[in-house]
T-cell receptor, first 112, second 111 residues
Framework: KAGVTQTPRYLIKTRGQQVTLSCSPI?????VSWYQQTPGQGLQFLFE???????NKGNFPGRFSGRQFSNSRSEMNVSTLELGDSALYLC???????????FGQGTRLTVV | GESVGLHLPTLSVQEGDNSIINCAYS??????FIWYKQESGKGPQFIID?????DKRQGQRVTVLLNKTVKHLSLQIAATQPGDSAVYFC??????????FGTGTRLQVFP
């Protein structure tokens, strides 16, 4: 079956702009989580959605937001981009909690 | 490829040797643990998981050991191969059902 798909793979934005990233989970998976990965901070949890509801949120400012649609596809949005938002953004899907989460290849965001 | 960590601890092993990668987790109430492998330019890939009611679980060439007393997790890779070279992350499922990742260990396999 198809894996987790993230689009776009690469993105370059300027400071102050906003960006929307997309994640299509594995068919049948209802839980989608987002992570930010940077060399200095490693993998940091952003938020998790299950059946269109945000169930968990990490310690990120309100500029980071997300949503999940009825088909389980998810988007995350970052507004007023800062240089420090440059990172690899990873999406993971799972059937439910406490089961293996499958990751996409990520979206590499560069803010200039 | 892209770097996933500039200051990661590194384990260097010779091809054919066994590798042991260690991880200390933070929350004594964590009930589920996963090991992931991340190769350059790719997302993390699931290797093996273990629940807190177990202390050992074996997969193909991999074994995970869980010591809840000292909050320690280890991944053992038997007969390490060049294709095992990657960054390895442990992750713990904390009681609020967030998956929290460790900082990672880079495994380098030499012929």
């Amino acid at each position: 079956k198809a894996g987790v798909t993230q689009t776009p793979r690469y993105l370059i934005k300027t400071r102050g702009q906003q960006v929307t990233l997309s994640c299509s989970p594995i068919s049948g998976h209802r839980s989608v989580s987002w992570y930010q990965q940077t060399p200095g901070q490693g993998l940091q949890f952003l938020f998790e959605y299950f059946s269109e509801t945000q169930r968990n949120k990490g310690n990120f400012p309100g500029r980071f937001s997300g949503r999940q649609f009825s088909n389980s596809r998810s988007e995350m949005n970052v507004s007023t981009l800062e240089l420090g938002d440059s990172a690899l953004y990873l999406c993971a899907s799972s059937l439910r909690t406490q089961t293996e989460a499958f990751f996409g290849q990520g979206t590499r965001l560069t803010v200039v | 490829g892209e770097s996933v960590g500039l200051h990661l601890p590194t384990l260097s092993v010779q091809e054919g040797d066994n590798s042991i990668i260690n991880c200390a987790y933070s929350n004594s109430a964590s009930d589920y643990f996963i090991w992931y492998k991340q190769e350059s330019g790719k997302g993390p890939q699931f290797i093996i998981d273990i629940r807190s009611n177990m202390d050992k679980r074996q997969g193909q060439r991999v074994t995970v050991l869980l010591n809840k007393t000292v909050k320690h997790l280890s991944l053992q890779i038997a007969a390490t191969q060049p294709g095992d070279s990657a960054v390895y992350f442990c992750a713990e499922n904390i009681p609020t059902d967030k998956l929290i990742f460790g900082t990672g260990t880079r495994l380098q396999v030499f012929p």
